[in-house]
């Protein structure tokens, strides 16, 4: 050894593995609040799920916890975060019932035309005519309603109707219709929480009675929507408005079951990718602006100076697109982005969702249970999740030079579709029941256009609107919303490019969206628990046995499930979108008519009655119909009409059912008919081994406020005794 060597270097400590492995846990512990809003979001869903309507004293409950939670956290952190999450349970479980109780309640709408008057406050496009949304309407004089109406306008009506106008029209107008089925979309409790108290159509043209100044955002849509349509006939100017505005109602149906069937109906829906574009577009010209003039460039800071433009103007554009619910995601975001950017701070992070998630969440609780707020963030989550991911390999492949920035753009445009598609497929699959196979091909072509062409056309044109100039602008927009519409016709007309498949069902959608958030939230090797979890919540749907038969709220269809198909008995006026709706839940694409005689696979008919047996094993149940009516004679009084008796299924089969009222008593067989739906709404019946079991709406959804109450029959007016006579 040599003299002149030093001593040698003393090694550093060895740190015990378990010394590190709990480093590691603390570290990754410090993101436990990011499963705030998913607990918040868990409370709303406690919520929904009750039968009966909660007290007012759930409300005081978050309080306590939060504050219990806040003082322990120095001493006792588990004891701490287990109180926040369940303060952050019962804060959305509060924020949903004081929504339900602030909303005012249903109007009794009469069930014949009559003369609604009231201030237009929206003006909707439809591919036949026009509908307008009224503000404090009243109905036959009476005193104004606390909810709008929505009333479609004739086809042919002239009445130039525009926001702010008072209008009068005669019309027919319903309340929200119930759910086509136990468990389907709940049509009224979304009505209950957003302001609406019924819709329906006019019978004559409507009569302008004062002209007012129209409500700013309101007025400004139903312009901007007439000058597109006007320069973009046809579909390509319903997209462009749809783009533009937010209204999807004028879009016609060819076109828009191409779009959906390729996978691109999220581009029509204004959402988080809309606002993104506009905030970039804004941000990149306010950089440019401000850097090609010296004396500002020198003296704010462009970054911040550009995030500040660009988040106004996705401000605007948010208030003008009507403020949906992945539009004020994707804007809480942008508004987190820009503070971060103005702080030195990373601008898109797992924290900035989650302070999003729980604003919206207590805005608008309802907008929970919907497959908008649902698909948005599922799909934020897995971007932010697969960006965090990439970034080594995609920094790395940047510094190759111009070929590696051009490989990076392609790979992210990919990279971005295959991951949001893979995300919100679950909870397509679980709300709508359909697969779009070709999505990714889809988007590769439609995004770049409606990002790079589209939308800054879009955004140029109304730019120059107010100068009468937007017309090139206008064609450059059209341009490309033809070729977004061109691409989804062709991939829409591809083989299998859009399956019908039975839904998953709410609980295995809930293990797909827990397995989820565990995968990307942790940062751990735990994390890759959530993977068999997301798993098992995508396998859900054989582990559901689907009713085998449906009865519609109204009375005017049932349908028969078996293994060679469905198949139907409609009445008149059978509602189109409530066999559509079956059909969805059960993942069939198509149905056949029930023979008047004769036999089917599981059914025997004749003319007035059906043996319903879907499966060997299994109960039946007795379709009675019924008998024709007597020929109408030339003198005296019409016959009464044919009645269907008990007498003709009792003992026949585990239960009766009917679209008409079933007379007579039937003790050991339960009936489900015309009077049932009427009180119970919807009927679903599993025809078991050991017979029978019978779920009505009313039984499924509980005593909610939004769940109409009890029918009772109205009153028949009586007879005057005749006067007497001395």
């Given amino acids: 050894m040599s003299a002149h060597a030093g001593p040698a270097p003393i090694a550093a400590p060895a740190i015990p593995l378990a010394e590190r492995a709990w480093g590691w846990v603390a570290a990754e512990w410090g993101r436990w609040p990011l499963w705030l809003p998913i607990a918040m979001g868990a409370g709303v869903f406690a919520y929904f799920g009750l039968l009966s309507e909660p007290g007012l004293a759930w409300l005081a409950l978050p309080l306590p916890l939060l504050a219990a939670s806040l003082l322990l956290r120095g001493g006792r952190p588990l004891l701490a975060a287990a109180l926040a999450l369940l303060g952050a349970a019962t804060l959305g479980f509060a924020a949903a019932l004081l929504h339900a109780r602030l909303a005012p309640p249903m109007p009794d709408l009469p069930r014949t035309a009559a003369i609604v008057t009231g201030r237009v406050i929206a003006l909707d496009l439809l591919p036949e005519g026009r509908r307008v949304t009224l503000d404090a309407p009243r109905v036959n004089d009476g005193p104004?309603?606390?909810?709008?109406?929505?009333?479609?306008?004739?086809?042919?009506?002239?009445?130039?109707?525009?926001?702010?106008?008072?209008?009068?029209?005669?019309?027919?107008?319903?309340?929200?219709?119930?759910?086509?089925?136990?468990?389907?979309?709940?049509?009224?409790?979304?009505?209950?929480?957003?302001?609406?108290?019924?819709?329906?159509?006019a019978l004559n043209v409507a009569d302008i009675l004062q002209r007012q100044d129209p409500p700013l955002f309101a007025g400004l849509r139903a312009a901007i929507e007439a000058r597109i349509t006007a320069a973009l006939p046809g579909a390509t100017g319903t997209v462009a408005a749809a783009l533009l505005t937010g209204s999807q109602s004028g879009i016609p149906a060819p076109t828009l079951a191409a779009l959906r069937d390729s996978g691109l109906a999220h581009l029509l829906s204004v959402s988080g990718l809309h606002v993104a574009i506009v905030i970039g577009i804004g941000f990149a010209v306010s950089r440019l602006a401000i850097a090609a003039i010296p004396w500002l460039a020198l003296r704010i800071d462009s970054k911040g100076g550009a995030a500040l433009a660009g988040l106004a103007l996705g401000a605007a554009y948010t208030l003008l697109t009507?403020?949906?619910?992945?539009?004020?995601?994707?804007?809480?975001?942008?508004?987190?982005?820009?503070l971060a950017i103005l702080t030195g701070r990373r601008a898109l992070s797992l924290r900035a969702l989650a302070l999003a998630a729980g604003a919206v969440i207590l805005l608008n609780p309802a907008a929970v249970t919907g497959p908008s707020f649902q698909m948005s963030f599922a799909a934020v989550l897995a971007l932010i999740g697969a960006a965090v991911a990439m970034r080594g390999p995609m920094q790395a492949l940047k510094g190759r030079g111009w070929h590696g920035k051009l490989a990076v753009a392609v790979l992210g445009l990919v990279a971005t579709s295959i991951v949001a598609g893979a995300a919100t497929t679950p909870f397509g699959l679980h709300h709508f029941g359909r697969l779009q196979l070709y999505g990714v091909a889809a988007n590769a072509v439609a995004v770049p256009l409606t990002s790079f062409l589209v939308m800054p056309a879009g955004l140029l044109a109304l730019l120059l609107m107010p100068f009468g100039l937007e017309g090139p602008a206008l064609a450059a927009m059209g341009w490309g919303v033809e070729g977004t519409i061109l691409t989804g016709q062709v991939v829409s007309s591809w083989p299998g490019a859009a399956l019908t498949a039975p839904p998953i069902p709410a609980w295995g959608l809930g293990l797909f969206t827990l397995g989820l958030c565990w995968l990307l939230l942790w940062r751990l090797p735990w994390r890759w628990a959530g993977v068999p979890v997301m798993v098992a919540g995508l396998l859900s749907g054989p582990a559901v046995t689907p009713p085998d038969l449906l009865v519609a709220a109204d009375g005017r269809m049932l349908a028969l499930t078996t293994p060679a198909g469905v198949a139907v008995e409609r009445g008149s006026g059978a509602n189109r979108l409530t066999r559509e709706s079956w059909l969805r839940s059960w993942g069939e694409d198509d149905a056949a008519p029930l023979p008047r005689e004769g036999e089917a696979p599981g059914i025997t008919c004749t003319a007035l009655s059906c043996l319903l047996r879907p499966r060997a094993d299994g109960t039946a149940a007795i379709l009675l119909r019924q008998p024709p009516r007597e020929p109408r004679p030339r003198r005296g009084p019409a016959p009464p009409p044919p009645v269907v008796h008990a007498d003709a299924g009792c003992g026949r089969a585990a239960v009766i059912v009917s679209l008409e009222p079933i007379r007579g008593r039937c003790r050991d067989t339960p009936k489900v008919d015309r009077f049932s739906v009427w009180r119970d709404g919807a009927h679903a019946i599993w025809l078991g081994r050991e017979g029978a079991t019978i779920l009505s709406d009313r039984a499924h959804r509980g005593d909610r406020p939004w769940v109409p109450p009890v029918p009772t029959p109205r009153a028949q007016p009586q007879e005057e005794p005749p006067a007497e006579t001395e």
């Fill in 144 to 201: 104004a309603l606390d909810r709008h109406l929505r009333i479609r306008l004739r086809a042919n009506d002239p009445t130039p109707v525009q926001p702010g106008d008072t209008v009068s029209l005669r019309a027919l107008v319903r309340p929200p219709a119930p759910p086509a089925y136990p468990g389907a979309f709940d049509l009224q409790r979304n009505a209950w929480f957003s302001g609406l108290g019924g819709s329906g159509f």
């Fill in 322 to 338: 009507g403020s949906g619910v992945p539009m004020l995601r994707a804007f809480a975001m942008a508004a987190l982005a820009t």
